[in-house]
């Protein structure tokens, strides 16, 4: 009741970009605190950051940087120690646990490194859990539209130890999208896979963004990912530092992997070192 409530009743004005599309994300001023016992650890310290709609991000940072906290924040699966959070125009920082798992459902499509798929349930039976839980309806024919928009019509009733790397993360996307979701997390979507099924997936990621206007924000450590998408926000001890448009992103497929020093260099010239040089003190 109190997340319907919420939907109805919260007096928010969505703001825009320069092109009219409305915030998906509007975080304002978050910070993030864990207690171990008397002492304070901050994870985040002041974060404001706005996807639009149809945006495809990248989200990059060394370990500790925050880059993981931010993630569980956006997906609803943890709350800020203070700030706003504002997920399709849901306070969703005021929320309580099963009015956020609420949002999880219908909001968020998950894809993780892991695949995290069950291990003796068809490729079909996986994408139509979510709507299982969110009871919607027409479940078969709309798992099986997901599936087909991946590439995977003729894999609908497989099992997980019959699809390859790629495949099982195809199907991960698959289940991720089948809810319409407002935003699609991705948290290293090519981490497990080799750079054949990792270009397939990130095709596909390019194809629901560009295609269907699924608004996307991948989490990587890979600079070549990241170059993938069309703006990439670099984090450090829980600040963002940068936060740039990428100016030529690389269409999948058609650009080999280049050295691993090579690809950084090219971010963090185009993204890291194009802000204000007060931001590197």
């Given at each position: 009741m109190l997340f319907e409530q919420t939907m109805h009743t919260e007096q928010y004005v969505f703001p825009t970009d320069d092109r009219g599309r409305p915030a998906v994300i509007d975080i304002q001023n978050i910070t993030k605190v864990y207690r171990m016992g008397d002492i304070e650890v901050p994870a985040l310290r002041g974060v404001s950051l706005r996807v639009y709609k149809g945006e495809f991000v990248s989200i990059m940072g060394p370990s500790g940087s925050g880059k993981s906290t931010l993630l569980q924040i956006l997906g609803a699966l943890d709350q800020p120690s203070t700030g706003s959070y504002y997920l399709d125009g849901v306070d969703v920082a005021k929320l309580r646990d099963r009015d956020l798992a609420t949002i999880r459902n219908r909001k968020i499509g998950f894809v993780f490194q892991s695949f995290n798929l069950l291990k003796r349930t068809s490729a079909l039976r996986q994408v139509e859990l979510p709507l299982l839980y969110g009871g919607g309806r027409d479940r078969t024919r709309r798992a099986r539209a997901a599936l087909e928009a991946v590439g995977?019509?003729?894999?609908?009733?497989?099992?997980?130890?019959?699809?390859?790397?790629?495949?099982?993360?195809?199907?991960?996307?698959?289940?991720?999208?089948?809810?319409?979701?407002?935003?699609?997390?991705?948290?290293?979507?090519?981490?497990?896979?080799?750079?054949?099924?990792?270009?397939?997936?990130?095709?596909?990621?390019?194809?629901?963004?560009?295609?269907?206007?699924?608004?996307?924000?991948?989490?990587?450590?890979?600079?070549?990912?990241?170059?993938?998408?069309?703006?990439?926000?670099?984090?450090?001890?829980?600040?963002?530092?940068?936060?740039?448009?990428?100016?030529?992103?690389?269409?999948?497929?058609?650009?080999?992997?280049?050295?691993?020093?090579?690809?950084?260099?090219?971010?963090?010239?185009?993204?890291?070192?194009?802000?204000?040089?007060?931001?590197?003190?």
């Open positions: 995977l019509s003729q894999r609908m009733n497989h099992m997980p130890n019959e699809l390859s790397g790629g495949q099982q993360q195809r199907v991960a996307i698959a289940r991720a999208i089948v809810n319409d979701p407002a935003i699609v997390l991705a948290d290293e979507p090519t981490g497990n896979l080799d750079s054949r099924s990792g270009t397939e997936v990130l095709k596909i990621f390019q194809e629901m963004n560009r295609t269907h206007g699924i608004t996307t924000v991948v989490v990587t450590h890979d600079p070549f990912v990241a170059r993938h998408t069309d703006r990439i926000i670099m984090l450090r001890d829980g600040v963002i530092v940068a936060d740039q448009a990428v100016p030529d992103p690389i269409l999948a497929g058609t650009v080999e992997r280049p050295s691993d020093d090579s690809q950084l260099d090219n971010v963090l010239k185009d993204v890291y070192y194009a802000g204000k040089q007060e931001e590197y003190a």
